[in-house]
């Protein structure tokens, strides 16, 4: 089964909440060197951490980013954004565009630009952040950016199967990091998160469905769709 203990792990999105946690979590489980991207990338107090410049959305950055970091085992493709408005009527053209960049386009092509590097090392990963929003559209453009994301992520897992690539989705619901502080509902800590993920690399797992929102919401995908949007329903009423 793939192992952190020695792995070299790269992060995207490694300044936020739960990047910061993926990045603390590999080194605890032993890996030797962590890659922390974002578009600007910070210090770490840690020798193991290094700082790489890395705009998903950017094919120029993600080549040097590719050419930087050639010895990556674990690829965690963590790095999203959240639209300004969860209406696909009412957000902007640009808005939407943008966020199928940074959610969709950006972590497709980092694990293309990654692909032969992971397959060229025996049991290296790929993990691939969804979110509850990819079966569950609550969203706008942001659901659909990780709904195409989910569906890349099982088209990558069979292509990268076949050169020894495991690949790992990942769903959950609201997460307590900065991207969710509107949020006053439960919330995931990104430790209880992180902790899942990497648990499911040791196991071989293919999918995380980290907690009971994300596990109502797949169940719910095979009935009816007024069950999983009993809005439809409450608003059906009194039409002719």
Do not use: C
């Amino acid at each position: 089964m793939p192992s952190l203990n020695g792995a070299v792990v790269l992060v995207t999105g490694a300044n936020g909440g739960i990047g910061t946690q993926f990045v603390h979590d590999a080194l605890a489980r032993g890996a030797s060197k962590v890659y922390a991207t974002a578009r600007n990338p910070r210090a770490w107090d840690d020798d193991r951490v290094v700082p790489l410049a890395l705009d998903v959305t950017d094919a120029a950055s993600i080549h040097a980013a590719a050419e930087a970091a050639r010895d990556v085992t674990v690829l965690v493709n963590n790095a999203g954004a959240l639209p300004a408005t969860a209406s696909l009527l009412t957000a902007s053209p640009d808005d939407i565009r943008a966020t199928m960049e940074t959610n969709f386009f950006g972590p497709v092509f980092v694990a293309r630009a990654f692909a032969a590097i992971l397959a060229a090392r025996p049991g290296s990963v790929l993990v691939d952040v969804h979110s509850v929003a990819s079966w569950y559209a609550m969203g706008g453009s942001y659901s659909a950016s990780k709904a195409a994301l989910w569906s890349a992520t099982n088209s990558l897992r069979v292509e990268l199967a076949a050169v020894g690539v495991h690949v790992i989705g990942v769903h959950m619901g609201y997460v307590d990091t900065g991207m969710a502080a509107h949020v006053d509902g439960p919330k995931m800590l990104p430790e209880e998160l992180v902790a899942q993920v990497y648990d499911g690399v040791g196991a071989g797992a293919y999918e995380i469905v980290a907690d009971g929102i994300s596990a109502h919401a797949k169940e719910a995908l095979s009935g009816p769709v007024e069950a999983l949007y009993p809005e439809l329903t409450a608003l059906s009423i009194g039409r002719p």
